[in-house]
């Protein structure tokens, strides 16, 4: 990854944090982690463990982590990658997840772009999410 690509995804992934408003009870209860979340979580770089951990985080953080996770679990179910989807706290991802995501942007530019037909990127979508879900 470049400095500059790095660049933006601290630009990003600021702009996130600071725009989520705080958890309403009602949105916590609403973000049930799964055991897969939870393995996941523990290989990104917060290394959260239980579901202790993320209620200790701060509210905005808290708010983070479940719109990222929640993304993720989405694009693993359906295999569509958003517009929505491209706000998200790769913090709260693990390394593969969080090349996966790279992953699929890359290749949806690269549609929008033109470079890529549309059954190509059928391929290379169900590629990437396959390698991930193995």
């Not at 290394?47 to 983070?64: G, M, N, R, Y």
């Not at 295999?79 to 790279?102: F, I, M, N």
């Amino acid at each position: 990854m470049s400095l500059s690509s790095r660049a933006w995804m601290l630009a990003i992934s600021t702009l996130f944090l600071t725009t989520v408003a705080p958890l309403s009870p009602a949105a916590a209860a609403e973000c049930a982690l799964t055991a897969a979340d939870f393995k996941s979580l523990q290989l990104s770089n917060s290394h959260i463990k239980t579901q202790a951990e993320v209620d200790a985080l701060p509210e905005d953080k808290q708010k983070a982590l479940c719109k990222t996770r929640m993304q993720w679990d989405q694009i693993l179910s359906s295999g569509q990658l958003t517009d929505d989807d491209t706000v998200y706290w790769p913090h709260y991802l693990s390394p593969g997840e969080r090349k996966a995501y790279g992953a699929l942007e890359d290749a949806s530019m690269q549609v929008l772009l033109g470079g890529m037909s549309q059954e190509e990127w059928n391929r290379r979508r169900q590629q990437i999410l396959n390698g991930v879900k193995q």
